[in-house]
């Protein structure tokens, strides 16, 4: 067993000195906060991922969905998936997003590349990290060739393709246009951090660009 | 299982996350020795084989109960998709979950109706 510390701080100051604390245990992997979980448990309980301490931010004020100023649309970083899908703003409005929520949902080992045009802000940048991945899924898929389907629906000029669990929409960086926010994953990154995304869950460049001669 | 009346899949969920919730696995869902409908109808309508994964469709469907999004037995279908059962008694599932909703299953009427007859031609 990896042991690691868990804490489940009740505000966000708390949840960032957690985060950036010294880790309690010897471990070559920082801290990560855990919020559904469903990714990092999974890896965990894998021996992909060993933190050194689980942040739980689950007690955080931040599962808001609303409506903004400017009629565009707020959800929370910890807005439940079945909570944002049947959301009737998001219904009415974004229904595109219902639809894939819904369709990701229940299949839980599906693999989908970037769903970047469901979740694209045109200022948002966009980063599917090692943890908004479904790794495990994505070493699976490696071994088998990918189906015409999902080359057709792989975005060629992408910098980093990953295939993530679809329910995921991994966005950051709210601020106004060119900003970025701090790393949702590692809040001592550089705003600017590619975020560790690791070469074995990135599709090969090479296969991508024969994949369009096959 | 449910926590906090939600469905979540346990196997992914960390305990100690859960600390403090309301937690609701199949040994709490019927009222002593009285079965609850969802598991008197499992058994009506030979909702499972091996058993193994019945603890787990059954509080799916208790989850899916209290959304109240089904509202046809294809949507059943689809937001019971997450819980495999590797014998297969999906349909025989569907049927359950269903008859405690108060569904007629419109899967027979969904089937195509085969009637061989030229509607037209295709140009080459």
């Known amino acids: ?214 | 299982m449910l926590s906090n009346g939600r469905r979540i899949n346990a196997c992914l969920a960390l305990a100690v996350s859960q600390n403090g919730h309301d937690i609701t696995t199949i040994e709490g869902v019927a009222d002593g020795e009285q079965l609850h409908p969802l598991q008197q109808a499992f058994i009506d309508h030979d909702a499972l084989q091996c058993g193994y994964c019945t603890p787990g469709q059954i509080c799916s469907a208790l989850g899916l109960l209290r959304e109240g999004e089904a509202h046809t037995t294809a949507a059943v279908r689809e937001l019971m998709s997450g819980n495999v059962c590797r014998c297969g008694a999906y349909p025989q599932i569907v049927q359950a979950v269903s008859s405690v909703m108060g569904l007629r299953d419109t899967s027979a009427q969904a089937a195509p109706n085969v009637s061989p007859e030229t509607v037209g031609t295709v140009a080459p």
């Not at chain 1, 906060?33 to 448990?41: C, E, K, R, Y």
């Open chain 1, 1 to 214: 067993m990896n042991p690691f510390a868990y804490v489940a701080p009740q505000d966000t100051a708390a949840a960032l000195n957690a985060i950036q604390a010294e880790p309690d245990t010897d471990s070559r992997m920082p801290p990560r906060f855990l919020a559904g979980g469903t990714n990092l448990v999974d890896l965990m309980k894998a021996d992909v991922m060993h933190p050194a301490r689980l942040v739980d931010v689950n007690g955080l004020p931040l599962d808001r969905i609303e409506e903004t100023a400017d009629a565009g649309l707020h959800l929370g970083a910890l807005a439940r998936n079945a909570d944002t899908a049947y959301h009737p703003l998001v219904r009415t409005r974004y229904p595109l997003l219902t639809a894939a929520i819904l369709r990701a949902r229940p299949r839980r080992s599906a693999i989908w590349p970037a769903t970047a045009a469901i979740c694209c802000n045109a200022r948002a940048a966009i980063t599917f990290t090692t943890s908004a991945c479904r790794v495990i899924n994505a070493i699976r898929a490696a071994a088998v060739r990918p189906s015409a389907a999902l080359r057709a629906s792989t975005p060629s000029s992408a910098q980093r393709t990953l295939y993530c669990h679809p329910s995921i929409r991994s966005v950051r960086g709210t601020g106004g246009a060119g900003s970025h926010g701090p790393c949702a994953i590692n809040a001592r990154h550089a705003p600017d951090c590619v975020c560790r995304i690791p070469s074995f869950a990135r599709r090969p460049a090479a296969r991508r660009h024969h994949a369009g001669r096959r």
